[in-house]
């Protein structure tokens, strides 16, 4: 596990993504904070629509229309992404921070081969002879698992297996030894097996290069076995940050407590899986006050008022652990139930 003494390769700070559609004005992303620490693992964690994946692009700067970034700062190594030029943006992209997609296949050209497509890296970002590229690219493939690949850097996207084509994208990913790789789903479409041996080979490269991982995912076995630290994202915010293991040991938030309540248990046997009430916001017409106290139970046990009208800030919990919640902050009109003395 990776402990936080350097300085953040990566720190976003109130970053607002938002969609501007006939119907409203979808906030995505809504003041989001996070870091990530040179060599760790960041698990971005929450239901589908919560924001993780436009947050992956707003730190590219790959939001389309009629999304846009509305204010913030992303800062990599110190310096403000949303203020470098789009010049700046492309060479930083591929040399310095890369990103694989939920969907590999889709996300390479299907009209030229697999090696073309990582030669191509080589070329615009290196100064390297199309032979050289070609034989690094060979090394690759080999090196991220992909059987005879002296043959399969001549094959066409088609012809490449999920689990094959999200090998070459993460060969992709790491041509250039990059510094931060953001994994967006990386192995949702995969059947078991072949998951397990993506992020095995994610983990041994991540190890032996020392590379960042933003792992975005909704699955809480993926964290638990790939990061060292996880934040939860609910409609649009980060409500809870933790190490991995604390998190697990003890989550706080309640909706992080719904979340790992409603994972299923090998060995155990339940006559149902525990849910969590109630549905997701819609993110044009946001709820007041804290946006999980619609469907939260202990907001209804501690009968807090505040939680409807009144949203809470990011607080720190111990020392690395965070919560957006009332239950643990005290306010003009409550005291909370659950503050410990230690809470800043």
């Given at each position: ?214 792992l975005i995912t909704h699955d809480l076995g993926v964290i638990a076995e790939m990061a060292d630290r996880i934040a939860i994202m609910y409609a649009g915010r980060v409500v809870e940050e933790a190490p991995v293991l604390e998190f697990f040991k003890n ?94």
């Amino acid at each position: 596990m990776t402990e936080n003494n350097s300085e953040p390769l990566l720190e976003v700070k109130n970053l607002k993504t938002y969609f501007h559609t006939d119907d409203g004005i979808v906030k995505a992303v809504d003041g989001v904070d996070f870091c990530v620490y040179p060599g760790e693992v960041l698990g971005l964690v929450g239901e589908s629509g919560c924001g993780k994946s436009v947050t992956s692009f707003s730190v590219m700067r790959l939001v389309d229309s009629p999304g846009r970034i509305e204010e913030g700062e992303i800062f990599f190594e110190g310096k403000d992404l949303l203020k470098i030029s789009e010049k700046e943006m492309v060479k930083l992209r591929g040399e310095h921070i890369t990103m694989i997609f939920q969907q590999p296949q889709t996300s390479l050209n299907p009209v030229f081969t697999i090696g073309d497509q990582i030669v191509e890296v080589f070329q615009i970002h290196s100064d390297i002879s199309k032979e050289e590229a070609k034989e690094k690219a060979i090394q690759l493939l080999e090196k991220v698992g992909i059987a005879d690949p002296h043959k399969k850097i001549n094959a066409y996207p088609h012809e490449m297996s999920g689990g094959q084509a999200q090998r070459v994208m993460i060969a992709m990913g790491l041509a250039l030894n990059t510094q931060l790789l953001i994994a967006d789903e990386p192995t949702t479409a995969l059947d078991v097996t072949i998951q397990a041996q993506i992020l095995d080979l994610l983990r041994d490269l991540q190890e032996s290069t020392g590379t960042s991982i933003i792992l975005i995912t909704h699955d809480l076995g993926v964290i638990a076995e790939m990061a060292d630290r996880i934040a939860i994202m609910y409609a649009g915010r980060v409500v809870e940050e933790a190490p991995v293991l604390e998190f697990f040991k003890n989550p706080i938030h309640p909706y992080s407590q719904g979340l790992i309540a409603s994972v299923p248990i090998l060995g155990v046997v339940k006559d149902s899986l525990e849910t969590i009430p109630g549905n997701v916001p819609n993110l044009i017409d946001l709820p007041a006050g804290c946006r999980f106290a619609p469907r939260c139970i202990l907001r209804e046990k501690y009968n807090l008022e505040v939680c409807t009208h009144v949203e809470p800030d990011l607080i720190s919990w111990e020392d690395r652990h965070t919560v957006r919640c009332w239950l643990y902050e005290d306010s003009d009109e409550h005291k909370a139930p659950l503050k410990k003395s230690t809470t800043k």
